[in-house]
């Protein structure tokens, strides 16, 4: 049996524990972001302050994609369409353009 006096030393303990930031994914990913993808497809995400809703804009055609819950980085996705990745990176996989790998520009 654990008695009250380590209890509340073990509480104490974790209250000065350093506690893991909160995921500000949501608040990095708000706003325009340009990307070349393939090497010369230049496209554009704007991620939308509510954070559920992003648009892609590759070749002169808009699709407005959903986010969807992923352990890493982010995944937006609308049918056959879809865009994951994070800050530094971006895959795009879709019927019209096809698998197309994506760095910031």
Not at 1 to 15: E, S
Not at 35 to 56: E, R
């Amino acid at each position: 049996m654990i008695r009250p006096a380590t209890l509340a030393l073990l509480a104490g303990l974790a209250a000065c524990a350093p506690q893991s930031p909160s995921n500000t994914l949501d608040a990095r990913m708000a706003g325009t972001f340009n990307w070349m993808c393939g090497g010369s497809t230049p496209a554009t995400v704007t991620f939308h302050s509510d954070a559920k809703l992003a648009d892609l804009t590759i070749n002169g055609q808009t699709t407005q994609l959903l986010r969807m819950p992923t352990s890493r980085g982010w995944l937006y996705q609308f049918g056959s369409t879809q865009i994951s990745g994070g800050p530094e990176r971006m895959q795009i996989s879709s019927p019209e353009h096809g698998n197309l790998d994506c760095r910031p520009n």
